[in-house]
T-cell receptor, first 115, second 111 residues
Framework: GAVVSQHPSWVICKSGTSVKIECRSL??????MFWYRQFPKQSLMLMAT?????????EQGVEKDKFLINHASLTLSTLTVTSAHPEDSSFYIC???????????FGSGTRLTVV | RKEVEQDPGPFNVPEGATVAFNCTYS??????FFWYRQDCRKEPKLLMS???SGNEDGRFTAQLNRASQYISLLIRDSKLSDSATYLC????????????FGQGTELSVKP
């Protein structure tokens, strides 16, 4: 089945620094990947849709200059949280899939803590 | 109104019980439907797809009613290992295939 690898699984960083999260499709090509954020006791909230070779589509309320997305190849999308603040601390998850009728596979998630 | 709404939780049931979760969606353009399971502090994992004809996988049965824009999940003979949060998910074809999640329903199965 489709496998999505996400790295790192957890990261602690200082306020003001930037953190890059990678999402890779290991055994399939993904022209589209999705980035989600999940706060404790809440559901996953879509942040943006990452499109290979073009600009990402951001959901309302998500700052594109703060959450930089790059989808340079069919197997890799990266999310960079720039100038991180404690309120950016969250669980970030990517997903990709081989087809809409087969659901999407999620990466293992990245737990970001900004101190 | 949220695009996908689920029963509020938590559901606390004894082992062996049958439990049902409901989900409604507001966007009639929704084309694909799924139930995902999420364990604490882990990523969601696909439990099953949901079809108009209904589908069953062991102790789990999913139903879709397009006219009412309603999805359900039935778990029979609950096991302790079924304890998790169950997420109702719809895919919007007209918005690039993005997934919309319900807020999740927490299930706790007790001995």
């Amino acid at each position: 089945g489709a496998v999505v690898s996400q790295h790192p699984s957890w990261v602690i960083c200082k306020s003001g620094t930037s953190v890059k999260i990678e999402c890779r499709s290991l055994d399939f090509q993904a022209t589209t990947m999705f980035w989600y954020r999940q706060f404790p006791k809440q559901s996953l909230m879509l942040m943006a849709t990452s499109n290979e070779g073009s600009k990402a589509t951001y959901e309302q309320g998500v700052e594109k200059d703060k959450f930089l997305i790059n989808h340079a190849s069919l197997t890799l999308s990266t999310l960079t949280v720039t100038s991180a603040h404690p309120e950016d601390s969250s669980f970030y998850i990517c997903s990709a899939g081989t087809g809409m009728n087969y659901g999407y596979t999620f990466g293992s998630g990245t737990r970001l803590t900004v101190v | 109104r949220k695009e996908v709404e689920q029963d509020p939780g938590p559901f606390n049931v004894p082992e062996g019980a049958t439990v049902a979760f409901n989900c409604t969606y507001s966007n009639s353009a929704s084309q694909s439907f799924f139930w995902y399971r999420q364990d604490c502090r882990k990523e969601p994992k696909l439990l099953m797809s949901v079809y108009s004809s209904g589908n069953e996988d062991g102790r789990f049965t999913a139903q879709l009613n397009r006219a009412s824009q309603y999805i359900s999940l039935l778990i029979r003979d609950s096991k302790l290992s079924d304890s998790a949060t169950y997420l109702c998910v719809v895919i919007l074809y007209n918005q690039g295939g993005k997934l919309i999640f319900g807020q999740g329903t927490e299930l706790s199965v007790k001995p």
